[in-house]
């Protein structure tokens, strides 16, 4: 992962602190004891608990540096302003096919599209950024260009 801005409402940032306190206090823990126990059956080649057990181990390491880069580069939304889009804020946009959409803003850790929450690296999400009401923006999806209009900024 790199050096980057993780976009993070304050929530969002409790709920990852609390992951990551717990795969190092607890999850590493139980990890520990499921090698020892998979040592203890004998031959590591042929051992597919113990194999397991590893792969475990490597996937928690992995989450928890990629926690700790969030947490340590995250911006916690604070406030934003309401003239112009960006990442705090919600839009609600008019498609070229008349349906309303309504989006919040959030950054790619919280992005969630059944709860109409985009990440501003998406590609609508990128393209919304800065700007205003009563703009048009264009999206080159995989079916074509969709246009929004920007109603309101809130």
Same mark, same amino acid.
């Given at each position: 992962?790199?050096?980057? $801005?993780? @976009?993070?409402?304050?929530?969002? @940032?409790?709920?990852?602190?609390?992951?990551?306190? @717990?795969?190092?206090?607890?999850?590493?823990?139980?990890?520990?004891?499921?090698?020892?126990?998979? /040592?203890?059956?004998?031959?590591?080649?042929?051992?597919?608990?113990?194999?397991?057990?590893? =792969? /475990?181990?490597?996937?928690?390491? $992995?989450?928890?540096?990629?926690?700790?880069?969030?947490?340590?580069?995250? /911006?916690?939304?604070?406030?934003?302003?309401? $003239?112009?889009?960006?990442?705090?804020?919600?839009?609600?946009? /008019?498609?070229?096919?008349?349906?309303?959409?309504?989006?919040?803003?959030?950054?790619?850790?919280?992005?969630?599209?059944?709860?109409?929450?985009?990440?501003?690296?998406?590609?609508?999400?990128?393209?919304?950024?800065?700007?205003?009401?009563? =703009?048009?923006?264009?999206?080159?999806?995989?079916?074509?260009?969709?246009? @929004?209009?920007?109603?309101?900024?809130?």
């Amino acid at each position: 992962m790199a050096n980057t $801005d993780h @976009y993070l409402s304050k929530e969002k @940032y409790e709920t990852l602190k609390e992951e990551l306190n @717990y795969l190092k206090t607890i999850e590493r823990k139980k990890i520990a004891e499921n090698l020892e126990y998979a /040592k203890s059956l004998g031959d590591l080649s042929e051992n597919a608990e113990y194999h397991e057990a590893r =792969d /475990k181990q490597a996937d928690v390491e $992995d989450r928890i540096t990629e926690l700790e880069e969030i947490i340590k580069y995250g /911006k916690i939304i604070t406030s934003h302003r309401a $003239d112009k889009v960006e990442v705090g804020t919600t839009v609600v946009t /008019k498609r070229d096919n008349g349906n309303e959409e309504k989006f919040a803003i959030v950054g790619a850790e919280e992005a969630d599209m059944l709860l109409g929450k985009i990440s501003h690296e998406s590609p609508l999400g990128a393209a919304l950024l800065g700007h205003k009401k009563g =703009d048009v923006v264009a999206v080159t999806t995989p079916k074509g260009e969709i246009k @929004y209009k920007i109603l309101d900024i809130q």
